[in-house]
């Protein structure tokens, strides 16, 4: 197969753990005979830097003629910093996901075996843990009416849904939830917010076309305590993009580091394959972030087109280096740490 594919390193640690993504993902093209073709491109800070928007025209025409995109992280602490700028890393990333139409992040949380006793929960509470959190990505509070009013007194968003919004994203859960568990958690606040009740209708309606799958629906305050008390309950949770973005890194601590989960975001003709953590500027350039999440992401890429070897290779042997001590610093515990570089490197050998 050949494969076109945009790479967006971004900002940060992003570059550093993207270039360890390829060095497997190459690797992994070499041992099965696969070709992919590498498009770099512009986005976030960086791009701001270079022309002055973060996520320019160009960036985005490679992106929509390419196969997938894989993406590293956004932001730069100078934007932080500085709630006057109007021009921000983050916008690159809505607008990218609004032109792309990534409507859908799909995010798995699981455990490592080697790593159970390092999560900061109970082994028996966390040991089987496998869900994935399906986070509507381009509606809701991110991308409704906002500004301000009274002299700048009073600021409002506003949660925006519209039916096939929700539509698309509760079937595209449906889906996945059918090849695994069978069970689908619908989490909103429909005991207050207007738009969770169109969800939560939503859904409802949906329910008979997929009979062989348990539906429930639950607040989202109540599973954000349910995931750290039961994690191992849930299969399929959707849920609205302010929710998901909160509990998708929730769930994420309940591997043991941030650093570890991949994600990607679907759209209807080319999606995105990216690490759930941020750009870590205060590692930037030292060679010490952590790659297995860019990796596993690329995991998946490879799963999404059909070819599950090549990505249970890339799983096998993530396990085999948590296993065997070929961690970063975040994993090492007084043990050797490696560099980011040398992980990568250790990773692409061994496949």
Known sequence: MKLNIAL???????????????????????????????????TGAAAIDAVGEPYPDETHDICANSDAVLFGAIGHPRFDNDPSAKIRPEQGLLKMRQKL?????????????????????KRDRIEGTDLIILRELTGGVYFGERG???????????????????????????????KRGKKLCCVDKANVLEASRLWRETVQALEKEY?????????????????????????????????????????????????????????????????????????????????????????????????????????????????????TEDLAEGGKAYKTSEVGDWLAANI
């Open 148 to 178: 301000r009013k009274d002299d700048g007194d009073t600021a409002f968003d506003t949660m925006t849904y519209q039916r096939f919004e929700v539509e698309r994203l509760a079937r595209k859960g449906f889906e996945m939830a059918i």
């Open 8 to 42: 967006l390193a971004g900002d940060g640690i992003g570059p550093e753990v993207i270039d360890q993504a390829v060095k497997v993902s190459d690797a992994v093209a070499a041992k099965f005979n696969h070709e992919i073709s590498w498009t770099p491109a512009l």
């Open 211 to 327: 009979p062989e799958v348990e539906v429930s629906y639950e607040f989202v305050d109540a599973v954000a305590m349910r995931l750290i008390q039961w994690p191992k309950g849930y299969d399929v949770i959707i849920t609205a993009n302010l929710f998901g973005d909160i509990l998708t890194d929730e769930a994420s601590v309940i591997s043991g580091s941030m650093g570890l989960m991949p994600s990607s975001s679907v759209g209807s003709k080319v999606s995105l394959y990216e690490p759930i953590h941020g750009s870590y500027p205060q590692a930037a350039g030292k060679d010490i972030a952590n790659p297995l999440a860019t990796v596993l992401s690329a995991a998946m890429l490879f799963e999404d087109f059909n070819l599950p070897d090549e990505a249970l290779a890339i799983r096998d042997v993530v396990n085999k280096s948590l296993a065997e001590g070929v961690v």
């Open 101 to 121: 139409g990534l409507f859908a992040n799909v995010r798995p949380t699981f455990t490592f075996p080697s790593l159970i006793d390092k999560s900061p929960l």
